[in-house]
């Protein structure tokens, strides 16, 4: 009879176990699925930021100028596309990189739409944003990026190529100016997916070992409840380090990463940090990592250890920071540049700075190639003698220009220059100081407009002056500017029949822009005005309206 009491006693408590122990499960699922939300999220943005930095650096910027061409947007990187787009899934998540810019029309058009990251293809070409945004939010985001604004998704999208969080940066030319959008998504599904696995995965271990729990209380009661006490403890702690791990995304990220103590010590590590670095294993990786893998100092001489304890009181202190750092490799001691992320967090009832290492040495050896491209590319429009943009520059920035005002309804001012009796200057002084002769009053010109304007050598002894936003008061005023700058300046013409000096005439158009205005209504109304202050005894302008 004592026995059947007790078998009924364990029986009822191994029930109540059991439900109490499925109650906490679902509870402790509802409270961290907010946090694994936010962290994920997070991650994403980070890792947008850092492809965007590279993905700045390859697209051609000419794929934006022309919309109703498509013959360059197949070929919108300086080299080959599958290599670039291969290595920035190697370091992410992203799912599409594509270009977006507005058309004529006001409407925004994908120019690329969009490179698949896992197909390693271009999807479409050409397509109207709006087509797929029947509530207006894309076209909202896009705005605001064209803006000059980062524009990350409040949350993730319901699209039809799926569940995406979708990123927006603006693309600058090699002026500075905003000339379209690059967008970068990421298939949420995917990443969320393989967490919530993890978490119901840990559910149902902390059943199971609860179970085993019950059971063994079950059948030996009173003699092993300590012990099946101990073992109990010893479980949860197992689960709640699995938890903790999911959590700080340390085994699913693809970047190398371990994580930092108050004291500044490794105490774990994930895979891709073993596999980085070459180590056997991830204690290797915490015994060694100190001694064989950070340098005494760094390339510009500060010393490694100031600049990493820097940071990481930076991120103990305020959540985040992110740097740069020069690695050497364990078995060779070559060098590796990669950016550091450090992020503060709880682990293990203590507070933690994780590491995550972006290795950028095929990055930079890439961005060097690139850099070079560009320079070689600026010398194209530059002209040699003056230093001054060319001829070539001023006809694609002017239709560039004219192109951006026309949507805005903006007025643009043209400034033909001549250089008066320049050629009796040649015949008086010589060609040698002839080009001296240019050179400086090309320097004259160059002090004397506003950032946002822009001269260039039109032509022999003929320069141009752009004013974008300028109506014809300001024309005016720049004209004025630069007859007396030019005066002041003093260079002695002997030979010239408008003064002693050196002089200019200047023909003035301007106006509001409108489509039906084209480069060459400016030039010629310029020209025109200036053949009237040449004709009317130089060394003065002459204004027209378009």
Not at 32 to 52: F, G, M, P
Not at 412 to 434: Q, R, V
């Amino acid at each position: 009879m004592k026995h059947n009491v007790w078998k009924n006693l364990e029986l009822k408590i191994a029930l109540i176990l059991l439900i109490v122990v499925i109650l906490l499960s679902l509870v402790n699922y509802l409270i961290q699925y907010n946090r694994y939300h936010t962290l994920t999220l997070e991650h994403l943005r980070l890792d947008a930021v850092k492809i965007h930095k590279y993905a700045e650096g390859v697209i051609n910027p000419r794929s934006f100028y022309d919309l109703n061409t498509h013959e360059d947007q197949g070929t919108w990187l300086y080299s080959t596309t599958q290599r670039h787009m291969d290595e920035i899934r190697r370091v992410s998540n992203a799912k599409y990189l594509y270009t977006v810019k507005m058309n004529d029309a006001g409407e925004w058009i994908y120019l690329v739409d969009a490179w698949d990251m896992d197909d390693r293809n271009f999807v479409a070409m050409g397509t109207r944003v709006a087509d797929g945004d029947p509530d207006g939010s894309l076209v909202a985001m896009l705005n605001r990026a064209m803006n000059d604004e980062v524009v990350f998704g409040d949350d993730v999208m319901n699209t039809e190529w799926g569940m995406l969080y979708i990123t927006f940066f603006p693309f600058h030319d090699h002026m500075g100016d905003v000339i379209g959008v690059i967008g970068i998504d990421f298939a949420y599904d995917d990443l969320h997916t393989a967490i919530m696995r993890t978490r119901v995965l840990i559910v149902i271990i902390s059943i199971v070992l609860a179970g085993a729990f019950i059971g063994i209380a079950f059948i030996f009661v009173r003699g092993v409840v300590h012990k099946a006490e101990s073992v109990m403890t010893g479980m949860e702690l197992v689960v709640e380090e699995a938890l903790e791990r999911a959590t700080l995304m340390l085994d699913t990220s693809p970047l190398c990463a371990h994580i930092l103590d108050d004291n500044l010590n490794i105490i774990d590590c994930n895979e891709a940090a073993v596999s980085l670095y070459g180590f056997k294993n991830k204690q290797e990786y915490i015994d060694r990592f100190f001694d064989d893998c950070i340098p005494e100092r760094q390339p510009d001489g500060q010393l490694s250890s100031e600049r990493r304890m820097t940071y990481i009181n930076q991120a103990f202190v305020t959540g985040m920071s992110v740097y740069k750092f020069t690695y050497k490799m364990p078995d060779n001691d070559s060098p590796m540049p990669a950016e550091v992320t450090l992020v503060r967090s709880e682990y293990h009832n203590g507070i933690v700075v994780i590491a995550y290492t972006n290795d950028l040495r095929d990055i930079t050896q890439m961005t060097s190639k690139i850099q070079h491209l560009e320079k070689e590319n600026e010398k194209v429009f530059y002209d040699a003698l003056t230093n001054i943009h060319n001829r070539r520059f001023f006809d694609e920035t002017l239709n560039r220009v004219l192109r951006s005002l026309s949507r805005s309804g903006g007025s643009l001012s043209l400034l033909m220059i001549d250089i008066d009796y320049f050629k009796k200057y040649n015949d008086t002084y010589g060609h040698s100081d002839g080009d001296e002769c240019l050179k400086a009053v090309a320097g004259v010109l160059m002090k004397s407009v506003r950032p946002d304007d822009f001269i260039a050598r039109y032509g022999g002894e003929e320069f141009a002056a752009v004013l974008p936003n300028t109506d014809e008061i300001g024309a005016r005023s720049v004209a004025d500017r630069l007859l007396e700058n030019i005066r002041e300046r003093a260079l002695p013409h002997a030979a010239s029949d408008a003064a002693d000096i050196v002089t200019i005439s200047i023909g003035i158009t301007a106006g509001t822009v409108a489509r039906t205005h084209s480069a060459d209504d400016y030039i010629k109304r310029a020209n025109e005005m200036l053949y009237i202050s040449k004709k009317d005894g130089r060394n003065r302008y002459t204004f027209g309206s378009l």
